[in-house]
């Protein structure tokens, strides 16, 4: 059965950098949508960046210019490269490959 497993989580300053890895245990991300998510406290989850099988990428407009997408299919691996933080990008970030989610890792942008 697929498990995706999210690393790279923490705390950072703003204007600090992040980058967010989601390994799969099969290999799947090849013909799946995968997807990076965030649900901060009271609010709901949203959508912050996706790639297609294709490579087609699509981002929230909070996060454009400032957050990539990428995926590396040999090692069955999504990343979300995160620079010039911001306090409101404080949030449980999860990863998704088609219907299946991470557990989700925490980010904390704060002095």
């Known amino acids: 059965q697929v498990q995706l497993g999210e690393s790279g989580g923490g705390l950072v300053q703003p204007g600090g950098s992040l980058r967010l890895s989601c390994a799969a245990s099969?290999?799947?991300?090849?013909?799946?949508?995968m997807g990076w998510y965030r649900q901060a406290p009271g609010k709901q989850r949203e959508l912050v960046a996706s790639?297609?099988?294709?490579?087609?990428?699509d981002y929230a407009d909070s996060v454009k210019g400032r957050f990539t997408i990428s995926r590396d299919n040999t090692k069955n691996t999504v990343y979300l490269q995160m620079n010039s933080l911001k306090p409101e990008d404080t949030a449980v970030y999860y990863c998704?490959?088609?219907?299946?989610w991470g557990q989700g890792t925490q980010v904390t942008v704060s002095s």
């Open positions: 099969r290999s799947i991300f090849s013909i799946v949508t």
């Open positions: 998704k490959a088609g219907i299946i």
């Open positions: 790639i297609t099988s294709g490579g087609a990428t």
